[in-house]
């Protein structure tokens, strides 16, 4: 799977993992880090993505509108699919909301590799495999509840290329770090993502970085902390839910798998952690990216992050 040209391996090497619930991840060299925490890739999608995503909201006869960004071995999407299989049986497609399907993702080897792997199957409803194996054969699948579609290349342009005035419900979030991808958690791009959702729709992301969280913010979404998955060890924060207001039905402080940012996280957001990435034409190598936010760093006055982190280590000291 590795012996390619530079071109057919964008992520690099390929390295095969096993994650602590046994599932499987990879490891990329390219960006010299794993696609899952060591806790387990399926715990994680499920966790991170498919419980707050809260499927439960979409009735049957309505449509969800999911964009799956870095789609990768496809977990997080057929995390969600299971979900709404589980909604309906053979002679009842009505139970669950039809599913309008959209994935942006650089390599094809990832789900090919998945797809490869009989235990990966196995943790799949038949119609969820039959789906991934159509995006991985055809790039898209449609049958008589949903329809996919995944558009291959650099996120930042194939963002542009989905359908105007999509209005997505769900916006799984799922790149390399920032620090190692900086070009899929710029201002830029995530303030495109935050304009395609739809009113009360929802952006989930492992991500946890004051540099996104501020992004997100500034443009105009409300957030939210996840909370870890079973079995992860428990830290300040597990990752971000980021809604887009919607008056009618207003996100609910509390829910399942997240809770409001604590004093902690919004004084992170002071930082210069949360001084953030930039690329304003969308075509900037990481090296830039990462240098033109160092620069500005620099320049700032807020608070550096190692303080804040003495501080609060202080304080929670001082409370126990």
């Not at 899952?36 to 449509?63: D, I, M």
């Not at 920032?178 to 070009?183: A, F, G, K, L, V």
């Not at 990462?290 to 700032?300: A, F, I, M, T």
Request: charged share 25%; hydrophobic share 35%.
């Amino acid at each position: 799977m590795s012996d390619c040209a530079a071109e057919d391996c964008p992520l690099g090497h390929l390295t095969a993992l096993e994650t602590a619930d046994g599932s499987l991840s990879l490891h990329s060299d390219h960006f010299q880090e794993a696609f899952h925490s060591s806790v387990g890739a399926l715990e994680e999608a499920r966790a991170k993505f498919a419980q707050p995503a809260e499927l439960q909201r979409f009735l049957a006869g309505s449509t969800l509108r999911v964009l799956d960004v870095c789609v990768g071995l496809g977990y997080n999407s057929a995390a969600l699919m299971s979900e709404l299989e589980e909604r309906q049986g053979p002679m009842a497609p009505e139970e669950a909301p039809r599913l309008d399907w959209w994935g942006l993702e650089l390599d094809r080897r990832p789900l090919a590799m998945a797809l490869a792997h009989a235990p990966f199957l196995k943790l799949w409803p038949e119609p969820v495999r039959h789906r991934l194996e159509a995006l991985q054969r055809n790039g898209g699948w449609q049958d008589r509840t949903s329809a996919g579609t995944v558009l291959w290349g650099d996120a930042r342009q194939t963002l542009k290329q989905l359908p105007s005035g999509s209005g997505f419900d769900l916006i799984l979030h799922d790149a390399f770090s920032p620090s190692r991808c900086p070009e899929l958690w710029s201002e830029e791009f995530l303030r495109g993502l935050a304009e395609r959702l739809a009113p009360g729709g929802r952006l989930l992301t492992y991500s946890r970085a004051a540099a996104v969280r501020g992004s997100l913010g500034r443009a105009g979404l409300e957030l939210r902390s996840l909370l870890p998955a079973p079995g992860q060890r428990k830290e300040w924060s597990s990752g971000t839910l980021a809604s887009r207001p919607n008056p009618r039905d207003p996100l609910p402080d509390y829910g399942p798998g997240w809770q409001p940012l604590t004093t902690m996280e919004q004084e992170h957001l002071q930082t210069r952690a949360a001084i953030p990435y930039r690329d304003p034409w969308g075509a900037d190598r990481a090296a830039s990216i990462q240098q033109r936010r160092q620069d500005e760093q620099g320049r700032c006055t807020l608070e550096s992050t190692s303080r804040w982190q003495r501080r609060w280590i202080h304080r929670v000291a001082s409370m126990g």
